[in-house]
């Protein structure tokens, strides 16, 4: 699938309290330039209206609909692979390991 044609609609963002105890997903409209526009509280027919657009019988398989290194996804899990390639790591300064270039997955 071509995705050169695709933007960026509608984004989630996802609130959590100092004590990660409790959160609150906002849903937030986005222009075709990319600004993210006022957020409202995500509703339960937001949520099932976004879930129904993943599971319509018309939408492609798993490798036209999600990137081909998708392994699996559900409710409760998204796992992905990368293959593996170079990559700029940083440390924190207090582990005393130097910033670089490393393979990734070693």
């Not at 984004?11 to 409202?40: C, F, N, P, W």
């Not at 609909?65 to 990559?87: A, G, S």
Request: glycine share 4%; proline share 7%.
């Amino acid at each position: 699938m071509d995705y050169s044609n695709f933007y960026l609609r509608k984004a989630l963002m996802i609130y959590q309290s100092d004590t990660k105890q409790d959160y609150y997903v906002e849903l937030h409209d986005v222009t075709r330039d990319g600004t993210i526009l006022d957020g409202k509280p995500l509703t339960w027919d937001n949520l099932k209206n976004l879930i129904k657009l993943f599971q319509q019988k018309n939408q492609p398989d798993k490798n036209g609909l999600f990137p081909e290194n998708l392994l699996t996804h559900d409710v409760n899990k998204t796992i992905w692979y990368y293959p593996p390639m170079i990559r700029q790591l940083y440390f924190s300064k207090k582990l005393c390991v130097p910033d670089g270039l490393a393979w990734c997955p070693v």
